[in-house]
Each structure stands twice: as C-alpha cells, then as structure tokens.
C-alpha cells in the first residue's frame, strides 16, 4: 500500500468514526467547519462516464461512488440508492431488476413481502441470507414501480458488473424477467427460458421467477425449485429444505 492509499484509508476510517458518533448521539470531536464538511463527504473516487465500469478496489469504494449517483432520472425521485447488501465474497449473488417502494424507504434489497419469500428460498438451500449476497440491476426505485427503462438499466448496468468483478460469485441467480433480459438477452422470455444455464461475465446465470410472481401464482412454486436445485448442484450443495407450496 503506498502513502496515499493509506493516507485514503486512515481518511476513510476518520469519517466513519465521526458518521457513527453522530448516529449514536455523542458529540463529535472538535474540527472547523470546512474539515467537518469533507470529512463528511469522503473521499470520492474518480467518476466514470455514463457507460463506463468503474474502477473501484472494493465494495466500500464502489458504494461511494454509486451514493452520489446523478446518471439518469431516477435520481431526482429516489428517496435513497439500494446498493446491496451481503458478504463480499459470496459464492451465490441474487440479482433482481429495481428496488420497489419499501426497499427505497429502507435503502435495503428485498425487504417486503417479495423478500420475505427470497429468504425463504434461500433457508430452503440450505443458506441463510447473509451467506448470499443480493443487488438489483437498477439501484434507485422507479415511480410507480413501474419497469427500469432501457436507458436506466444501461446507465446503472456499470455499477452491476463492477460489483460481481469484485465478488466473484461462482453463479448468479437473476430474478425475474428485467434482471434476465438485462444480463442475458433481450429477446429473453421467462416463460420460455427460465431454468436453462446461461453465462454473464463469463459467471453461470440461472433465471427464475421473480418472488413477487410467486406470491401472485404460488404454483410456479416447483419450477422455481426445480430452478434453485440446479444452482445447489452446481455448487456442490446438501441436505436441502424443501420449498412449501
């Protein structure tokens, strides 16, 4: 590590100290005004144009430079970015499209219902949620909840591969049609071609069904099953829980 690593590090730790302060309640240690801002603010890495991958040494960076987002609209209506969240080195990374409302409220991925029913998914693997790690393609909610559009999936999409360089997961599970269409093909139809290994970034990819459609159709129930044994075989997998009807 050279000088201005570590003097990036050391910078680094000083503001989260001070940030945690300020969460619990006790005053921070005394610094003018100017240094309180910039150590507030951090230290950012350099931005990347629209389109490029960002060069980032780890998640931490990479989510400094994704909180500051501005790449397209979404921005002016998020109530907050939904990085991800999980160990960053997970062997399984589960990809969905876009945060929905409570998951813009609580900055989290999968925390309403739909994520209730992923991590029943994912104890019936054999795993638990923070053995996996789980992201969207697209970090801001769209209004509505309606789709990301094109233009917001290739704005964000960056921001993806950079995180699955970092972790190097030995598959990835997308999760329902716009995750699949936006690492596989877009000619993709879930219908038709959910359960077939694909590959992104040279990684296994099963799709399957988002949870959402299964609370909706709780009888695509099996096939997500049938989907998720597929995975568990490819990563070596035992003793199972089956997934309730």
Request: charged fraction near 30%.
């Amino acid at each position: 590590m050279n000088v201005a690593e570590e003097v990036r590090d050391l910078l680094g730790e000083i503001r989260r100290q001070l940030l945690y302060r300020e969460e619990i309640g006790l005053d921070a240690p005394y610094v003018s005004p100017e240094v309180h801002s910039y150590l507030k603010a951090g230290i950012q890495p350099e931005r990347p144009s629209a389109g490029e991958n960002p060069r980032c040494k780890s998640l931490d960076e990479l989510k400094l430079l994704v909180d500051s987002c501005d790449r397209c609209k979404l921005s002016k209506t998020r109530k907050s970015i939904v990085f991800g969240e999980g160990p960053d080195n997970a062997k399984l990374v589960f990809v969905g499209e876009a945060p929905g409302v409570e998951e813009d409220l609580a900055g989290r991925p999968f925390v309403g219902a739909a994520g209730k029913l992923l991590n029943d998914i994912i104890r019936a693997m054999g795993l638990d949620r923070k053995d996996v790690y789980i992201c969207n393609v697209v970090k801001c909610h769209p209004p509505r909840n309606r789709d990301p559009e094109h233009d917001e999936i290739d704005r964000c999409l960056p921001f993806l591969r950079a995180q699955l360089s970092l972790i190097k997961p030995e598959v990835i599970c997308t999760i329902g049609r716009v995750s699949a269409q936006s690492l596989i093909s877009k000619d993709f139809k879930i219908t038709r071609d959910r359960g077939q290994w694909y590959t992104f970034m040279d990684i296994p990819v099963m799709p399957t069904y988002h949870p959402a459609y299964l609370l909706r159709y709780p009888q695509a129930k099996r096939q997500v099953w049938d989907d998720v044994q597929e995975i568990m075989k490819t990563m070596g997998l035992a003793n199972p829980r089956r997934l309730k009807n």
